[in-house]
């Protein structure tokens, strides 16, 4: 293995048309589902769209970024206790999933799964990109790939073959992400310090420009992820969770 | 790297005295920071525990699994939206994460790296064990470790050098997880095929029998994660999460 690997993984947007072969796929998921997992429950299913069709209709609710209908795979990873619920229902023992910590616990394990499976596509070398707004449209998904109650789609891949070598991101400096002992909160001098790489590459600045903004920040709170997206996403997220049957008691 | 490594894995709950080189544990982090991220953001933080009073005081929010007080490192890793709205703040940006969205993106996030994480301290030999608990006494772990607002432990890693080879559990059938094109519900008979190995088990017959119960279903609702603590933990979470920050107008 490459040692270089980690620090050098890309997201991949863009893919060789050539296919995914099954077998491989299976084997990458079935290695994947040896991460840890809560109370070795493994509270998740994956879901795979092959379809070209089937990635059309996905391709919407993940506001139609251009990999969804390019890519030759997409697996749309859930937080499942629909089947351990089964499993519990065949064994005379009364299931109790129905709430807001087993849902918790459910995504943990489904985020874990998903990310050894993100590893290992990689260093077979495939290349992935992570659709982390599977969150905002989860009703239309789960509609879409028939998923019973007390089954959740929480993060997205695409899978294929790399037709680039992805784009360099740059990541934050260890100490804006590590506390020894305890947490170290961030003075405006530190934040100075911990963001300038970030605010200084040219990709950055390009942002800025391209969205007629001040700062790099502005375009995050004001383009990217504004305040009434949030709040909107939120709601509807609390409300798809109630109605898969994971939020009983929660007011 | 030895290619059986991801379906050997095991956790490990015993660990050599010997201390983890800070040198070796910051360079597997900033490694595991290249996971996959959200827009780039990286809205995680690690605190790390080597402090032997540190760990006693963490230990009984884990329900005193021994391997806390034990393992030479503890790191607990937190959805962080607090550096972020920090970076906002000071930038002439308004942060807008207070929501719910905004907490599960922070969470993917957050796993995504503690899996990253777990992956290459194993692959440098390290051991580590997944402490899953860690949301039921988010409060608590909180304000042993100063946690300021928008900021919650979500998942708490054990590590250190093996002092055994772990326990092999073994998962489910690739069958139970993977569903093609669409979800493919499990009837009874379904259930029966793919939980057979996994009850026939000598450790799953002992758990049965040491707990006296008829199935090992009934262990998993009955003693390990009944129904009265998922509920209990459920209405604690919701309401740390308000207190932290992350419920504006979730009613």
Known sequence: MDERYWENRRTIRRYEPQEVPQQLLEDLILKASHAPT????QLYSVIISKDAEARRVLAPFHFNQPQVENAPV???????FNRMSKWCEARNAE????NMQSFVAAMI?????AQQFNTLAEL?????????????????IAEALKLPKLVVPVITLTVGWPADGGVEVGRLPLEAI???????DYTPERIDRLYAEKESREDSKRFVEEN??????????DVRYPRANNE???QVFAGFLADAGFMKGQS
């Open 95 to 98: 299931p109790c999933y129905d």
């Open 212 to 221: 007629g903004k001040q700062t790099l920040a502005q375009v995050f709170t």
């Open 232 to 234: 909107h996403f939120s």
């Open 38 to 41: 809560t109370g070795n429950m």
């Open 124 to 140: 077979a070398g495939l290349g992935c990109c992570w659709l982390g707004t599977t969150t905002y449209n989860a009703r239309q």
């Open 178 to 184: 590590v506390h020894n002992g305890e947490y170290s």
């Open 74 to 80: 997409v697996l749309t990873f859930c937080a499942d």
């Open 109 to 113: 394990d489904t985020i874990a799964f």
